[in-house]
């Protein structure tokens, strides 16, 4: 076990590395971009495939997320010679580096989804009790 002055210094290092990691959390860490990349971790796709595989989304949720995820170099975007012109996005090496800890955080929410709901719902009978 760490002593107290152990435990000080790994909480400093902690502080100071969140400094480093709270932005690239930012940007990768909501549930659009997760599930965008999960999509495209396989192959690349066209907007409209995307769209229709996170049942749910907006066109313009979408399409901003690309944008975020283009800008910040985890997908690219490749305008493709037909007609109409369509657009294709694939994930790229960097990208791609983050389909391990996404599968496993994805793994995570369907085995302990069911404990979160049942969790929520005590808890809300808890507070509808007093």
């Known amino acids: 076990m760490p002593d107290d002055t152990e435990l000080e210094l790994l ?18 860490a909501d549930k659009w971009t997760i599930l965008i990349l999960t999509v495209l971790c396989p192959k690349p ?46 994930i790229t090496p960097l990208g791609h580096s983050l389909r391990q800890p996404f599968e496993a955080l994805c793994a995570w929410a369907l085995a302990y989804g069911p404990d979160i709901e049942r969790a929520g719902a005590r808890f809300d009978q808890t507070k509808a009790d007093r």
């Not at 170099?73 to 493709?80: A, D, P, Q």
């Open 45 to 90: 796709a066209r907007f409209n495939e995307i769209k229709r595989r996170l049942n749910g989304i907006t066109h313009k949720a979408l399409a901003d997320a690309l944008k975020r995820l283009e800008r910040n170099g985890l997908v690219t975007r490749t305008v493709l010679p037909t007609a109409p012109i369509g657009v294709e996005y694939a």
């Open 11 to 28: 909480s400093e290092q902690a502080c100071a590395d969140m400094v480093r990691i709270r932005p690239v959390l930012d940007r990768i």
